[in-house]
């Protein structure tokens, strides 16, 4: 426990809640990254709350589309913890949900930060990051405004300010006509990524726990140009495999359909693929099928796209083909 970095799981606050519910059965779902710290929270939740039951859920988490109703329910679970993510409105009737940022409790390198925005002549920088670095974004915006650097964080409705997903940019597009450049507090590059592919301004990424700052631009016109040449041998494909997901918050059966639509309209055939999660080995098995179709996350047909042995397409790709016309191609969350 003590080489990894410290969170706070709130696990008070948690017993407290858990009290109030009078839960006696919980399933807590953490991310991948989070997963080490199962014992962790189990050994100090029991200290509180020793008569309760503590399941973890196995499966990966990466974001608050994938609540595991199925697995409360299969547990009989009276409520589901979810670790690391804000709450989107995915909800049952019959399991409540609390969730949980685990926030990281570390200090950004400040002068990093300000050194590469001075080194790059930005004035005015919006920031934004994963919720579990919300506390890294007002401490960066108190700092860097000390320096007289403009600092600007949007809001979005229902999440803390700056905070955005892989797939909800709405914090960051809130100001980003006043910024010359986009700041995103996360590890890795996954979330400054899907921000560079929805806005014009520069995005550079604030990894944490490497103390890095990167541009994301260098990595989207990497994955631009593999997409590219994908969508060039399109017309070298015949059979395309249509994935629908049943994660809660990626199962969106209007999108499979719609899919469809467009392939029997660019005269190609397609299967309907039902899965748990998608992922190179499940898919691997349909030998038979030249390319994928994701209406699942967003982000899987742009940022997986090394994994796959094989081309996963969204719908704005098939509609761009079915034009016939990628001159004006970009990476996008649709
Ligand atoms: S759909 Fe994808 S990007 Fe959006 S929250 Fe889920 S895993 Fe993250």
Redesign the pocket.
């Known amino acids: 426990m003590s080489s990894l970095v410290e969170y706070s799981f709130e696990i008070e606050k948690l017993a407290q809640i858990l009290k109030f519910m009078q839960a006696k059965r919980v399933l807590i779902q953490l991310p991948n990254g989070l997963k080490p710290y199962a014992s962790h929270i189990e050994k100090l939740l029991k200290s509180m709350l020793p008569n309760i039951s503590i399941f973890f859920s196995g499966g990966d988490a ?5 609540i595991a109703f199925d697995e409360a329910k299969l547990i009989n679970a009276d409520v589901i913890v979810h670790y690391g ?1 804000p709450a ?1 409105g995915i909800s049952s009737n019959e399991i409540p949900v609390i969730y949980l940022p685990a926030i990281v409790n570390i200090s950004p390198k400040v002068d990093i930060v300000i050194n590469e925005i001075r080194r790059r002549g930005y004035s005015n920088v919006g920031i934004s990051g994963s919720i579990q670095h919300v506390n890294l974004i007002s401490v960066l915006a108190d700092e860097l405004k000390k320096v007289g650097i403009n600092v600007y964080i949007g809001t979005r409705h229902g999440f803390p300010p700056g905070i955005i ?4 940019y709405t914090a960051a597009l809130a100001i980003d006509k006043y910024v010359d450049v986009h700041l995103v507090v996360a590890g890795g590059i996954f979330h400054a990524l ?1 921000l560079r592919m929805i806005t014009d301004k520069e995005v550079l990424a604030y990894d944490p726990y490497r103390n890095t700052v990167i541009s994301a631009s260098d990595e989207y016109k990497r994955r631009l140009a593999l997409k590219l040449k994908q969508l060039l041998d399109f017309d070298k494909l015949d059979l395309f495999g249509i994935i629908i997901c049943k ?1 809660v ?2 199962f969106n059966m209007h999108l499979a359909i719609k899919a469809s639509e467009l392939l029997r309209d660019m005269d190609r055939q397609f299967l309907f693929i039902v899965v748990d999660d998608v992922n190179p080995e499940t898919l691997g098995h349909f030998t038979d099928v030249d390319a994928f179709v994701n209406t ?5 047909s742009i940022d997986d796209i090394d994994r796959f042995n094989k081309p996963i397409f969204s719908l704005y790709d098939l509609k761009v083909m079915l034009k016939k016309d990628i001159s004006a191609y970009s990476l996008k969350l649709k």
């Open positions: 990466y974001g608050p589309c994938d993510h989107l997903l892989g797939c909800d899907g994660k918050g990626q699942c996350c967003p982000r899987l």
